[in-house]
Every structure is written in C-alpha cells, then in structure tokens.
C-alpha cells in the first residue's frame, strides 16, 4: 500500500475487514493463547500474546506503513520501547551520543539506567553537526540519537546530515519523531535507521492511553529487537493497541489542527510584553526554521516560551490558565501547560541538560483557536503582575 497518500495509509494499512466477520474495524483481540491446530501448526503463526497479537500486529504493520520503514515494534510505553532498543543493540562499553536538551525521561534511561550496566553517553547539541561529529568514539559509538523537535526547546536536528555522520561512523541514526509524528515528518526516508515514538502522545491523541514504538529502516535490524521485544515481554495490551490504532486514523487531520492553533498561538505571544522569548521552528527568525521547512510538512503543534520575571512569573501563568491543563504529556486533543525545570525534566535539574526556569511548554490542542487566546491573556496579565 506504499503508494497511497498518508492519510489513506492511516485507515487502512494493516487493517483489512475481519475475514470471518467483515468488521471493518480491527476487533480488540482480548486473549492470552491461541487455540493450535495440532503441535507446533499455529494459526497465522499465533501462539501467545505476549509473541503476537493480531491487534497488535495491525497496529505494527500500520506505524511501518506511515514511517516508510520495514518492520514496527509497539510496546506498554514509550520508555520500554527505547530501553529494548538499547538492551538489544548496545552494550557495556559502547558509546551513544544524544541531544543536550533530550526529553528528561531518556536522559534518566542513559544516565542511571544504562550508564552502572556500562553504557556511555555524551550530550552534545544535536543541531550542530559538527558538534556530534566531533562527539562521536571511532569504534566505540553505536548510535547518534536525535530527537527534533527536541523536548521542551523544540531545536531541529538535520536527519539527512546526521545520518551520514553515523553511518560514517558505523553507527545507527535513532530519531524520536514523537513531538513531529509520522503526519510531519519521515525520518526514515531522510537516512535514520530507527523511529521511536511515545505512541501516548499524538499518534494516539486522545490522552487516555501510554504506549510506545520502534520502526525500523530494515527487516535484519528488526530481528534483534523483535527477539527482545518477546523475549523482556513489555509489550503493548490489544486494547490499548487498539486505541493507538484508531488515534492514528484521524492523525492527519489532528495535526493541521494542531498546527493552525499553536501558529496563532506564536503569533499573540510574540506580542505580549510579558513574554521575552517564544521558542517555535515555524518563526522565520527561528535558529531551526529553515530546516524544519525542508524536512517537515508543517511545524507542529508544541510551543515553548520564556516569561519576563523568572520562575514565579512563569509558575503564575501556568497557575492561572483554565483551558490549559496543568498536566504533564503532550499530543492529545486538549491542550496542556507545564513547567518543564519542576515536572517533565525534574530528573535533568543539576545536569547539563537542566532548562531555563522561566520557561512554559505548551501542547496545543485542537479547540477553538480564540478560546485558548483568551485564556492565555488573561493568565499574562496575571504574571504581568508578578514580574
């Protein structure tokens, strides 16, 4: 189905109408076994859920489609999705270079996870490719790992380039593509030899369900990670695959939404006196804004912004916005506020990942675009006060 447009590829891939019953919707395959026909005759090769599940399975299939990749992997979490991809394809003694503003949740994996097994890490700025190349361990280095958008300040990495700069090096490119979704952004068919995905965030966009994702460019490199993925069992539920799934149907037109509010968004932030930074790819003056304009089809739905007074002023617009949620995550229908330094990257405060204290992140949503404006003013004028 490699020739139908996105959204096509989002109803349909992976999800033929049930044989035995026509339903056009994948059924919530609700089981631990499977019946065998005799010893070792399996049915469609299931056996037990915890190896495969036919719901499951069209979820994999349909994330490999939109990703342009071989093979899909989805897992309980996007964290056990990014520790089975290092259990399985590093060791002690290697070496992984990673963004310095990475997701405080990853850095946490590398840092007191990966790092006493004897995994090596070094954050550098992943937009500067010379920068990861300087970074890079001849024969030591496994991968260069790139999220970009990065998370909470949204800087763009060049896939194409830093793709090449692994490869050089014998090294695989991951890219986190959960902040652009598959909607925006391909990494894949820019040189990356494996896409992460929080599948909690956009493409399940509803907020009422965690999972995670691995597509990978090749079917060699997905036999090492299929192998884990059954072998340490933190596999994704058939419901909450299901739900994924359905999340990923209407993808498409989430993200256009998204993407149209959070650009008015940008748009009155950077009017307002109270606001001394606003952190977008889609700014012409942003750092990352020509990149992202070659490599995405749009900018996205997250916004970050700094707030003149320092924390207190940022707390204090965090603390009285209503439609924004105060809630940690990203992606969903509604649209959240956090601050970033006291709750998503807690775990970095002290590191060289540590972010400004005055900075807000924002997930917008898909309401009415004027709604979430009026909530936004009168929350500045709150932290005008303050400052």
Request: glycine letters at 10%.
């Amino acid at each position: 189905m490699t020739d139908y447009g996105f959204d096509t590829l989002a109803i349909h891939a992976g999800q033929a109408a049930d044989a035995r019953t026509g339903a056009v919707s994948i059924p919530i395959f609700a089981t631990s076994t499977y019946k065998q026909d005799g010893v070792g005759r399996l049915r469609d090769g299931y056996e037990y859920s915890r190896t495969a599940n036919p719901t499951r399975s069209a979820l994999e299939q349909c994330l490999a489609a939109l990703e342009h990749g071989s093979n899909g992997l989805v897992f309980a979490s996007g964290m056990a999705a990014e520790d089975t991809l290092l259990r399985s394809l590093t060791g002690p003694g290697d070496h992984v270079v990673i963004p310095n503003d990475t997701y405080g949740g990853t850095y946490r994996l590398f840092s007191r996870v990966h790092a006493p097994w004897g995994l090596e890490h070094t954050p550098v700025p992943i937009g500067d490719v010379a920068a990861v190349r300087a970074a890079v361990r001849p024969g030591a280095t496994r991968m260069v790992w790139v999220e970009t958008p990065t998370n909470p300040l949204l800087g763009i990495a060049d896939i194409e380039a830093l793709a090449a700069v692994a490869h050089d090096a014998g090294a695989l490119l991951v890219v986190d593509n959960t902040f652009a979704s598959p909607y925006l952004q391909q990494p894949i068919r820019l040189g990356a030899d494996v896409v992460v995905h929080s599948t909690t965030k956009y493409c399940g966009g509803h907020s009422d369900v965690v999972g995670g994702a691995l597509v990978t460019a090749t079917s060699d490199l997905a036999e090492p990670l299929a192998y884990h993925h059954n072998a340490m069992g933190a596999v994704a539920g058939a419901f909450d695959a299901w739900l994924v799934l359905r999340g990923l149907k209407t993808l498409g037109v989430r993200m256009e939404r998204h993407c149209d509010n959070a650009e008015r968004i940008v748009e009155f932030l950077c009017s307002r006196p109270e606001v001394s930074q606003v952190i977008y790819p889609g700014l012409a003056d942003d750092p990352g804004h020509a990149l992202a304009s070659r490599q995405m089809r749009r900018y996205g739905g997250m916004v970050s912004f700094r707030v003149r007074g320092g924390e207190q002023a940022a707390l204090a617009v965090i603390n009285e916005t209503g439609l924004f949620t105060l809630a940690e995550s990203l992606g969903g229908v509604e649209s959240l506020i956090e601050h970033p330094g006291r709750m998503t990257h807690a775990s970095v405060v002290g590191s060289p990942l540590e972010v400004p204290g005055d900075l807000v992140r924002l997930s917008v949503g898909i309401e009415t675009v004027e709604d979430l404006l009026a909530d936004l003013a009168q929350a500045l004028d709150v932290a005008a006060d303050v400052a």
